[in-house]
Every structure is written in C-alpha cells, then in structure tokens.
C-alpha cells in the first residue's frame, strides 16, 4: 500500500492540463494559437452556460437523484427574464427574482415528486421537463420578450478577456463549493447519496436535503436561462433543443462526481465543464465539423464512467483472511 | 361476486388489465367526440400510425424488464432513416440489402449498448444517453448536416402502404400486420427460456446468477432486441412520413412513458411485454383524442410528462398498498389442478 | 433496586411470524461493567440487542435506562437515551473522513457554519481519549482497516455521550492483532465507567474482558454469573445445556455410504485453508462452526461463488474446476443458499417460474421431464400456496424455502449444499425440511448440510466437520456432543 491513490479531483485536473496541452498543441501545429484572447474568450464564454446548469446538477447526482429538466426550465427561465424584464432597465432586478422564483418552483416540484411521491427521478425530471415543454410549444411560438442593454452585458461584457458571465459562474461553483463543505445541508447531501439508510439513522432530514438540492439545481438553471436571454435579448423556448441538460450530466460525471451519488464535488464539475470547452473551442479552432463533437461527447461520458466504474471495482466486502503467501507450502503461520 | 371484485382489482391494480381499461376508456370518449374514427378506413391509418411506437414499446420491453435502459432508441431510429435515404438513394434494387444492412446495423448499436452496460459496469442510462449523442452527431457527420439521397418505393411500400380492398376493412396495413407479428413474436419469446431468465434477471440478479442464468448474455441480448425493433420502427417510419432530420427526437421519453404506462415497472422483473405494447397504444389513443377535441399537438409532451409521472406515482402507491395487504388464504399446492 | 444499573430489560417477549424468538428476558447491566451476552446461535442475542437498540420493538415487557423507563420504535430514540450500539454491518459512509462519520448530522457550528476545525479537534481528543493514537480525524473511512472502521463506529457511539455500548461480535471480522485495539478500547471505556455489553461466541475474549456473563439459550435467560465464578467448561455447559430435544427423523432404512461424490483436497482460497472433505453418496456430512469461521465460504467455493483458488476439487471422481455457478451446476451440485431473498428467489416471479429457474437458466439441465416432475416435486415437500401462479414474495417463509429446495431438486443433482436451510421458518416447516434432507441422502446424493443451530447439525449429520478460523479443526462422528463441537469450534482442543 506504497502508492496512494490519487484524488478523484486532482486526477480531473490533471486531465484538463492534458487536453489543454494536447489542444494547444494541435492548434499550434496547425497554425493556430489557442491561447490568443480571442480562443480564451471563446473558451471561457462557453464554460459559463454549461457552468451554471452543471454546478445545480452536481448537487442533485450527490443525492442520488437526477435533474432531466434544467433544459427546459433554462427556456422557461430565458422568457420569464426577457417578458418581465420587459425592455425596461428599472425591471431587472424583478425580472432576475422572478427568474429564481421560477426556477426554483419547478426544483421544489422536482424535489416534492421525487421524495414524497417516491417517483423515481428520471421519470419525475423527464415528466416535468415535458410538461414545461408542452407549456413553451404551445404559449411561445418564437422569442418573447425585451431585455436592456444593460442586462445584455452580462453576457457580452468582459474583465481583462474574462467574460462576465464566467466571472459570475466562478463566483457561483465557489459558493456550491462552501455550500457542500460549510452548511450542514450542503455536507448532508453526501450522506443521503452515500446511504440514505445510514443518513437517516443519523438524525438527517433526507427529504428536506433532497429538496434543498432539488430547488437550487433548478436556480442554477434559472442562472443559465438568464444568461441566455442576456445573449439572445429575448427570450427563447427553442433552446431547449441544444440538449444542455445532457451536456452538464457529461460535465458532472467527467467531473468525477459519482452517478449512483454520495462522492464528488462542484470543484470536480468545473474542471469537467473546463474540459469539454478546450475540446469545442479546439475543434472550433481546426473546423472540425461541430457534429463531431457529439461523437466524441458521447464516447467522452460512456468512457468517464467506465473508468470510474474500475476505479471503484475493487472494494470487496470482505476481508480476506489468508493471502496469496499461505498457498506457498511454508511453515510459519499458526493454525 | 369475489370474481368481479378481483376482475376490478386487476384493472386499478397496475398491471396489465389496467392500461387496457384506460384504453377502452380513451376509446370511448374518442367514439364520442367522433364516431366516425371507428370506422375501418380511419381506424386502420390510426393503427398503422402507431404500429412503429408499439414496436418500440416491445423492444424497449425487454431491456426494461432486465432493469436497464435504452435511451438511444430515438436517436437510431432517426439514423436508420437517414442511412437508408442514403444509401439507397431510390434505386429500387437496393432496397433489401439495404434493409438487411440496417438490421446488421440496429443489433450492432444494441450489442454495444449492452456490452458497454454488462462488460464495463457502465450504467445503462449513461450508455445508451452516450450512443444517443454518438448517434447524433455520426450521423450528421456521415450527410454534412441534412440527410442526403432518398427512399425508394418498395421501401416505403411496408409504412405506407397494406393489402387492398378487403371486404369491409378496405386496407390492412402491412404495418398493422408486422405490428401483431412482431407483437406475436415478442409474446412468445417471454414463454421461452430466454424470456424467463431475462425476467429473473431484472427481478433479481443474484439469484438468478446463482441458478446459473447467464445475466449479462441475457441483457446484452435484450439490447440487441431494442436494436433490432428500432430498425423496423425507423423501417415504418421513414415509409409513413419520409425522411427528414428530425425522425425518432424524443422518441425514447415517449416509448419509455409508453412501457411505463403499461405497468411494467422501472428496475425490471415486472410487466409483460403485451401491457408495454398497450401502453404504446393507449398513448397513441391518447394524441389522436387530442386531436379530435382540437387540441394543439404542442401540448402533447405537457400530458405525456403528466401522465408518466402520475403512472410511476401510482404504481409506487400499489406497490406501498399490497405489500401491506394480508394475502387470501393459501391450500397445498397439489389442491390446485396443473 | 439494591445496586444501581444502567440498564434493566424485565420480561421482553419477541415473535417474527409467529416463531418466539424471546421469552420473558431479563437483563441488568451496571455502569462500567463489561457484560458478556453468550449463547448459541440463534439463541436470541442479536435480536435482544436490536431491540436495545431500537431496530426491532418488543412484543412485551419494560426496559428501563438510568431509571427511566424507555420505549424505543426507531434507532434514533436508542441513540438519543444513550445506548449506542456498533453492529457487524457498519453504519459509516466511506466517502467521508472519520470526523465527518462520528459528527453526522450533528456537526458542530460556528455561525451557522460547520466548524470543521472543531470537529477535527474533537474527534481528535475523542480519539485519544480512547487511547487511540494511529488514527487520523481527517482519513476516509473507507480507506481504513477493518478494525480501523470499527474503533470509529466505537468513536462514534462514544461521542453521543452513551453509558451503554453494545458491540455485536466486534472481533467477526478482525485479525488477532486488531483484536488487541479493541481490547484497550474496551478498557478503556470500563475506566470511563460506561457499561459495554459484549455480544460474543469467543469464550477467550469473554474471558479476558468482561465482569459478567448472560447466557441466553432457546430465546431464554438461562443465568446470569459473574466471570470470575465460572470456568470456561462450565459456561459452555450453559450455553448447550439441558434442552427440550426438537425431534430429528432417523436416518431412512435404505440409506447406503456409496462411493465418495464429492471430494476436495487442499482446497483453499482468500477465506479458507487446507481443506480436506470428501462427501459420500448417501452421506450427509455437516459443518459447524461460529459466524465467521468459513462455512458459508466452502459453500460458496464449492458452489463457483468464491471458488478455490488452491486445492482440487473433484465430483464422481472426476477432478472439477468450479469458477462460476454454472459449472458447478454441470457438474451436478446444487446449493440453497443462507439468504433466499437475496440470492434464492425472484420475489416478484411465481412460484413456476422460480422452481424451474435453474432448468431455464441451464440449457444442459433442461428436459421436457424434469419440467413436468416440478409439481410432483413442490408437492411432495407439502408446499402451501394458491398455485403455480402465485408470486413467491406472498409465501410464508418455510414455502419460500421449499420452492428453493424444489429448484434444484429439479435438476437431479448428485452433490447438495444447504447453507442455513432451516433459517427463518417455523418448526412444522423444519421438520418437513429434516425429513426431505434425509429423503434426499436415501436417495443417493451427497448432502454438506451448514447450520448455525448445532442442535441441527448433530441431529442430522453422519458426520460434522467442525470449522475454526478457515480451517478445519476437527472432525466427529455421529452422536457427537454440542460441548465436544464448541470445544473445536471455540478454537480449543477437547479432551
């Protein structure tokens, strides 16, 4: 037992390094640069859409459980911004409430169906990511709605080729970082995901952790839906065709956050949704044709996982109690 | 007396007599709404319009029944449509090996999907969510976008078109005809041996492995079937509506919803493969009775979610209810004539 | 009310489906003192502790603690009144450090925050309060030892301000070294003065340890005796005791020891070592032994389970390799196993299904006949059920059984494991599994019948090889004592 295992976490950090030295390199080799502001901006604008929607889905996947509609309730998100906001500066800050109010009502929908209904939570997010679906087909046929200017900089504006919007999606992991280390219901997450029989035994409340996680992941896909109106200026229901909440599960689990719950951490999923944009911006940068991405997404999660799932192999439940040693004919141990 | 009542306790039960009472049900308000829909020329176009999401509903069957998933349903079926338009680019002599060069296809992404899933420990739903996306993209990889080159006629011959002028039906689908075949086939595989340890498997693993049943062979194989019945799905498919981008978006969550409808239990070892078929169909009864109250078809997905969830919910509710219920009394089995 | 206790147990009755399992128990322990809970298997102990504990309720009689009469219906009202208990399944998670473990849910704050400085620190001087110095606050659990996960379940416990402690058999899984740390934990709590009750089959350990010793037999206290006045043999006497005698069938007239079926030499794996049985036909060989000394473990190498990874196995003198379920199935072994729910049974199946499991899942052991023999089969072992068609997880335990045993009847097997068959079910069920295990000997086959009830295993066994420690201490005769197998079993040599 010389050799420690390295952590999950450094392990995805490392791996970010090498894509961000094999891209680099491919860039270079074809000419390119990728570190010029330019592929950095297009880099760090790309992480903070798939940031935001992954740091909320890190939260639910530690509990066990799973969020199938943040897509949706993005779109819903970006209309609700963009018809609030209304065109009218003095709006903002109600149509940014009204955003959270939202989205969180759809995570406590989520959260309430999945922990007193006992519906399993693919079939709970899948059935009301539909159900909003529905609801946008049918109330919104194009883009709705007005946003400012001024709310349009958060996802147009920079700080030293930073993006605002990255800025405020690293401010956001940061505080779902002290979230899971520092409040009570943050850590607890763990321990429902981990073994919701033994959290229970310990005094936590797993119902109220799981809603808690429930209503921020749908905040955080609130966060996402108005960046994306901010982009857009107006609200969009089409975006739910991106398939976003497939992206940020991609992120989540590349982040080495463990789908059966219990282990991981936002920390993990940054570095996630950090990987999978070098390898847009490098295709992008090679022109290599965007549908190729896809492929290499899937093979990417399929892999992630499969990798993981050896990692954890070898725990066996029991304890061996000869070693290979007592098989050699040697004297020594006592019967 | 007792008869009725458990005739009424297999119909609010869940299982399979339950989604074919909700299917009389929506029948019944859709003669309503319509009369004329039971007429045979009306009836037989509804059938051969759901015969491709009943066939999904059965291959979906079999690898939900062993406790997995198969999400890239949707996305193959779009494939195999796509990879027919262009690769028989309507020639007419193409068109079998063409066909035949499509199933080689589906059964190979199912093997993958189930040998990613058993092999490697990969869960279901992240392997087949991954083909969904490799699929995705290959595909407009392979066209450059939008799908290229386009179907012949014998193709489209099994989604369009049936046996004509029959004496008081007019047209028998042949979709109609693969559908009771195919339905045909997956029932009778349930009673083979196969099927018995395929439901053992999703029931429980273990014991199953410790009677010597081959679990990952049995649920790789049940992949392959999910394969298998989205080709014949795209197959009707592409016959019935042509080619296009968007063949099969979403078409997991519905036949997913479908199964479920049925009563057959996520996590596998519950529900036979007739009551998945019949959700299949009770969904469809569902949209056309959508259509006939004038309902915008964009509402679909809003009752599809509703009713998934409030299916799940209730069968999570039976489940809670009959565990607690005390059994009727029990006599020696050799009182019982076999 | 003469001497001051911290826990007084008067009368506790408790039934699972309908078998008593408690008889009016009684059960005192004083602050500080160390009480050795000792009897048999299945003679009641785990399930006195469980109810302490707050995981099962009692049907019938009071439990005071401290003097206050407590009435437990969840392990948290246990935890809150002060009994804390460590069980053989661990209740830690091991993605998380051994502070965040011991401070679950009642993790220390600083202005609203958990204050994880302060959970270092108080797991630290918790630690090494308890004389525990090699163990870090901030390591995952599941990264440690065995005994390393137990001394943090015992932090655990500990750190709820408990006065009683309750280990269910804390050695089961520990090497002899680690037995060591426990034994200065458990000093360490007595100094302290909070009373462990120490559930054990090792009379060494019992010995060493504790102040007193309750013996329970049968679901009855038999006595309750201070260490120093009793010696080892006496206890064991106790422990086996005088008993109402359960009725076991005589072997049937035709039984006949044929050629030897099964034979394993040398065989050895992870769990196991040198073990040398051979099984006759005919023969129903037993294996005794404490939870822990490796019976399940030969049931499942000669089962493919946990195969042999030494040693050569070889059925109807034709050498074997068993690497799966499979090819023991092939080679014409069967084996119901300890846990029909979990490894037995589809639940949700029915009774059909699940009888004919192993012919479906076996192309080789498939035949049209042996189908058509299932009903026969389920008859003759008096199954009661509302037909073919029933759904096993309504059947009573002792049915639940016989559609197992029916299973791999079905498949005419020439060697037959039992692991635990009679556990859980009543005795009118018990018996009828008696006389079809001795039917299946009449028979022909090779019967290597486990039991934990010693009772079982003398009862029916032609011969019983007794386990200690992976090995094989001794083998006896027929008409064997309980004292001479416990004597092997408890790892001494009888005299």
């Known amino acids: 037992m010389s050799v420690r295992r390295l952590d999950t976490t450094a392990l995805i950090y490392l791996a970010l390094l090498g894509v961000v030295a094999v891209g680099g390199i491919a860039v270079a080799a074809d000419g390119g640069n990728l570190f010029s502001p330019a592929n950095l901006g297009d880099m760090f604008t790309r992480t903070s859409l798939t940031g935001f929607l992954a740091i909320g889905m890190t939260l639910v996947i530690l509990c066990r459980s799973l969020d199938l509609s943040v897509g949706y309730t993005a779109a819903l998100s970006s209309l609700v911004a963009a018809t609030t906001m209304d065109g009218q500066v003095a709006n903002i800050p109600l149509g940014i409430a009204a955003v959270l109010l939202v989205s969180g009502l759809v995570g406590a929908a989520n959260g309430a169906i999945v922990a007193y209904l006992g519906v399993n939570p693919f079939i709970t997010t899948l059935g009301v990511g539909l159900i909003i679906k529905g609801y946008l087909d049918t109330q919104y046929r194009g883009p709705a709605g007005d946003v400012p200017r001024d709310f349009q900089r958060f996802g147009y504006d920079g700080i030293a080729h930073i993006p605002v919007s990255t800025l405020v999606m690293l401010a956001v992991a940061a505080a779902g970082i002290w979230f899971l280390r520092s409040t009570r219901t943050g850590h607890h997450m763990y321990a429902v995901g981990g073994n919701i029989d033994v959290a229970r035994m310990s005094g936590i409340r797993t119902d109220r952790t799981l809603m808690t996680a429930h209503i921020l992941c749908g905040m955080c896909a609130g966060l996402a839906g108005l960046l994306l109106a901010s982009r857009f200026g107006t609200g969009s229901a089409e975006v739910y065709t991106n398939l976003y909440e497939l992206d940020a599960i991609a992120a989540v689990v590349l982040g080495g956050t463990l789908l059966l719950g219990g282990r991981g951490g936002v920390a993990g999923t940054v570095a996630g949704v950090a990987i999978l944009a070098v390898l847009d911006t490098v295709f992008n940068v090679l022109q290599v044709d965007p549908f190729a991405k896809d492929v290499l997404r899937g093979a990417i999660i399929i892999a992630a996982v499969a990798i993981y799932a050896r990692r954890q192999i070898d725990r066996s439940a029991r304890r061996p109690r000869f070693t290979a040693a007592d098989a050699a004919p040697t004297p020594g141990r006592p019967a | 007396m007792s008869r009725l009542r458990s005739a009424a306790a297999a119909l609010a039960g869940g299982g399979t007599g339950t989604v074919f009472a909700l299917l009389i049900a929506i029948f019944a308000v859709v003669a309503a709404v319509n009369p004329g829909f039971f007429e045979a020329p009306s009836l037989m176009a509804f059938l051969k319009q759901a015969a491709p999401l009943v066939i999904l509903a059965a291959g979906q069957y079999f690898v939900i029944v062993s406790g997995n998933f198969d999400l890239s349903v949707g996305a193959l079926v779009g494939a195999q449509v796509v990879i027919a338009a262009r690769l028989i680019d309507g020639e007419e002599s193409r068109t079998l090996p063409v066909i035949g060069l499509m199933l080689l296809f589906g059964a190979a992404v199912g093997l993958a999907n189930g040998l990613i899933t058993t092999a490697l420990k990969v869960q279901s739903f992240i392997t087949t969510l991954g083909m969904l996306l490799v699929l995705y993209g290959a595909i407009r990889l392979w066209t450059g976008g939008a799908p290229t080159g386009s179907l012949s006629e014998s193709f489209r011959e099994a989604g369009r078109m049936g046996i004509e002028n029959v004496p008081l039906l007019g047209q028998i689908p042949w979709a109609l005809l693969i559908m009771l075949a195919l339905g045909a086939g997956a029932v009778q595989l349930m009673r083979t041996r196969f099927g018995r340890v395929l439901i053992a498997t999703g029931d429980n693993e273990l014991a199953t492995a410790r009677s010597g049943g081959r679990v990952d062979t049995v649920r790789t194989t049940a992949f392959v079937l999910s394969g298998l019945s989205a080709t014949v799905a795209g197959i009707l498919i592409g016959g019935f509506a042509g080619v296009s981008a968007q063949v099969g978006e979403g078409m997991e969550f519905t036949v997913i919803t479908a199964v479920v409808l049925g009563g057959v239990v996520l996590g596998g070892g519950q529900g036979s493969v007739v009551a998945a078929m019949g959700g299949a169909l009770t969904l469809e009864a569902l949209f056309t009775l959508f259509n006939q109250l004038a309902l915008p078809a964009s509402l679909r997905p809003s009752v599809q979610g509703a009713i998934i969830i409030a299916a799940v919910a209730y069968a999570a509710r039976q489940r809670r209810l009959t565990s607690r219920k005390p059994q009727r009394e029990a006599r020696p089995l050799t009182a019982t004539p076999s | ?495």
């Open chain 3, 1 to 495: 009310m003469t001497e001051s206790t911290v826990l007084t147990m008067r009368g506790i009755d408790k039934s699972f489906l309908g078998v008593r399992v408690l008889r009016s128990v009684d059960l005192d322990v004083r602050p500080g003192e160390v009480h050795a809970l000792v009897g048999e298997n299945g003679a009641g102990k785990s399930t006195l502790m469980k109810i302490l504990a707050g995981v099962h309720t009692a049907d019938a009689g009071t439990i005071t603690l401290g003097g206050r009469a407590v009435s437990f219906t969840h392990p948290l009202q246990a935890q809150h009144a002060g009994v804390a208990t460590v069980f053989q399944e661990f209740n830690l998670l091991p993605d998380l450090s051994v502070a965040e473990n011991i401070f679950l849910g009642r993790e220390p704050r600083r202005r609203g925050m958990i204050d994880r400085r302060a959970m270092t620190k108080r797991t630290a001087d918790l630690l090494s309060d308890l004389g525990v110095d090699d163990l870090a606050p901030g390591a995952k659990v599941g990264s440690l030892s065995v005994a390393h996960q137990q001394i943090a379940e015992i932090a655990k416990a500990m750190s709820q301000g408990a006065d009683l402690v309750c280990m269910d058999e804390p050695t089961a899984a520990l090497a002899d070294a680690e037995v060591e740390l426990l034994y200065r934990l458990v000093e360490r709590l007595r100094e302290r003065g909070v009373a462990v009750l120490y559930v054990s089959h090792r009379l060494r350990e019992i010995f060493d340890l504790c102040d007193r010793i309750t013996v329970l037999k049968d679901g009855e206290l038999v006595d309750s005796v201070a260490a120093a006045d009793i010696t080892p043999d006496d206890l064991v006497t106790l422990m086996v005791g005088r008993r109402i005698e359960a009725a076991f069938p005589e072997p049937l007239p035709d039984t006949d020891h044929g050629d030897v079926r099964l034979e394993i030499s040398g065989g050895g794996n992870a769990w196991l070592d040198g073990i040398d049985l051979t099984v006759r036909a005919g023969e129903i060989v037993g294996l005794a032994g404490l939870q822990g000394s490796g019976r399940t473990e030969i049931a499942e190498a000669v089962f493919g389970i946990a195969p042999f990874t030494r040693g050569t196995v070889a059925v109807d003198g034709r050498p074997v390799k068993l690497t799966g379920p499979r090819k023991a199935i092939a080679a014409g072994i069967a084996m119901v196993t300890e846990d029909r729910k979990a490894h037995g049974l589809a639940l949700r199946q029915s009774v059909r299904a699940n009888a004919r499991m192993v012919l479906d899942a076996n192309r080789r052991a498939h035949s049209r006949a042996r189908v058509e023999r299932i009903p026969s089969i389920l008859s003759s072992l008096d199954l009661v059920a509302r037909g073919p068609d029933q759904e096993v997880r309504y059947l009573s335990g002792g049915n639940q059984q016989k559609v197992v045993v029916a299973k791999w009847l079905a498949t005419e097997p020439g060697v037959i494991v039992l692991d635990e068959p009679t556990r859980g079910i009543d005795v009118g069920a018990k018996h009828r599994l008696y006389t079809a295990i001795r039917a299946l000997a009449a028979e022909g086959l090779a019967v290597l019948l486990i039991a934990s009830e010693l009772i079982e295993v003398i009862g029916l066994a032609d011969r019983i090889a007794v386990l200690h420690d992976g090995r094989i201490a001794g083998e006896l005769p027929a008409g064997a004592t309980e004292k001479q197998v416990m004597a092997y079993a408890t790892g001494r040599s009888p005299r």
